[in-house]
Structures are given as C-alpha cells and as structure tokens.
C-alpha cells in the first residue's frame, strides 16, 4: 500500500480561480485542472525566484516530490495554451496558514470569516456567502 501524500503547505490561494483563452466563450472550452500544489510551484519558483531547495522547504516536501509537482504542472499549462484549453485552479492536496474564505458573488479572497467586509460591487453582507477554502 502506497504511503499516504503529504499536506503541501500554501501561505495563500490564488486570487484567481482560473484562466480561459480570449474571445470565447467558457462553455465551449475543455478544461485543464492545475492543482493548488501545482499553482505553489510555478509561483514559488518562476515567480518568486527560490530555488528548487528553497521551494520544497516552503512547500513542507522533497526536492524531488518538488521537481515532480512543476513537471505536471508545466505539462498542464502547456497543454493549455497549445490546445487552447481553460485552466481551473482547485484541489490538491493542502493546508493553508489560516483559514481562507471565497465571496460567493464577487469571488473576493477573505482571510477569515471575521475579516469580511461587505462587497461594493455585490452587496453581501452576510458571512454565509463565503466558501470555505
């Protein structure tokens, strides 16, 4: 039996829930699931700068449980843009630092039910449009 996968640690999710190719329309496009895990990877090392060491450190896995996490990631995106696909950000698995919370309306990132203010663009202003993270 394989040993049980290890929470890959996030500070925060992405502000965006995913990507789609200009000009048309989301429901004529596949999709392509990038995981959270994956996201980390391609933020922690392209983005941020850290080295492979660094990045997995973070991340609370090996170098290279961390080296296998950005080749599917890479190979997701690729086929992404190259085929023209939709890239859904979700799943994995994770644990973030604290407990974040998406707006159900505006899609807003909330750091914690007590840190909602009331949305100006959509006018919530109850905790139980938040989603749990």
């Known amino acids: 039996m ?3 996968k290890q929470f890959r640690k996030m500070v925060s999710p992405p502000l965006m829930k995913g990507y789609k190719p200009f000009g048309i329309s989301r429901f004529e496009l596949e999709t392509v699931v990038l995981s959270f895990d994956e996201y980390e990877t391609i933020r922690l090392l392209d ?4 080295t492979q060491e660094q990045a ?3 991340m609370n896995v090996s170098r290279p449980t961390l080296t296998r996490i950005y080749e599917n990631a890479r190979k997701s995106m690729a ?3 190259v085929e ?3 890239i859904l950000i979700s799943g994995g698995n994770v ?3 604290r407990q974040w919370f998406r707006c159900r309306k505006c899609h ?3 750091d914690g039910v007590e840190n909602h203010v009331p949305c100006k663009n959509c006018k919530v202003f109850s905790n139980d449009e938040l989603i749990k993270l």
């Open 2 to 4: 394989p040993r049980p």
């Open 47 to 50: 983005y941020v700068g850290l």
């Open 56 to 58: 997995s450190e973070q």
């Open 79 to 81: 086929k992404a843009f």
């Open 84 to 86: 023209g696909k939709m």
């Open 95 to 97: 644990e973030f630092d």
């Open 108 to 110: 807003k990132l909330v």
